[in-house]
């Protein structure tokens, strides 16, 4: 029912900055929270940030506090993660995923809380 395609990874320098944009198709796209996570190769789904269906609550990993921001835009039904200073240990494939519970107001943190995810967008960050 709700697609999650994700773009705007790549390559970039230590430092540098890059913008992730996750378009949703299907579904209602406003009556979902959704979430940014990430997984480096060999390790666990990490959580990075989520904002809720209406943009009111934010919350941030503590490895990404001041750097990252998250950010959606309903009209266009995309959400997205503007990615500052970036270092090398952000290297990871970057997930978007979809919260289909229609509380208005959450904002989950665990990968077992999303119903739907998009297949990823690599992320490479080079010294």
């Known amino acids: 029912q709700v697609r999650l395609v994700e773009s705007g990874g790549g390559l970039v320098e230590a430092g540098g900055s890059l913008r992730l944009s996750c378009a949703a198709s299907g579904g209602t796209f406003s009556t979902y929270a959704m979430g940014w996570f990430r997984q480096a190769s060999g390790k666990d789904r990490e959580f990075v940030a989520v904002?809720?269906?209406?943009?009111?609550?934010?919350y941030y990993a503590d490895s990404v506090k001041g750097r990252f921001t998250i950010s959606r835009d309903n009209d266009k039904n995309t959400v997205y993660l503007q990615m500052n200073s970036l270092k090398l240990e952000d290297t990871a494939v970057y997930y978007c995923?979809?919260?289909?519970?229609?509380?208005?107001?959450?904002?989950?943190?665990?990968?077992?809380?999303?119903?739907?995810w998009g297949q990823g967008t690599q992320v490479t960050v080079s010294s």
């Open positions: 995923a979809a919260d289909g519970s229609y509380s208005y107001y959450s904002t989950p943190k665990g990968t077992d809380e999303y119903d739907y």
């Open positions: 904002i809720s269906r209406n943009g009111a609550r934010i």
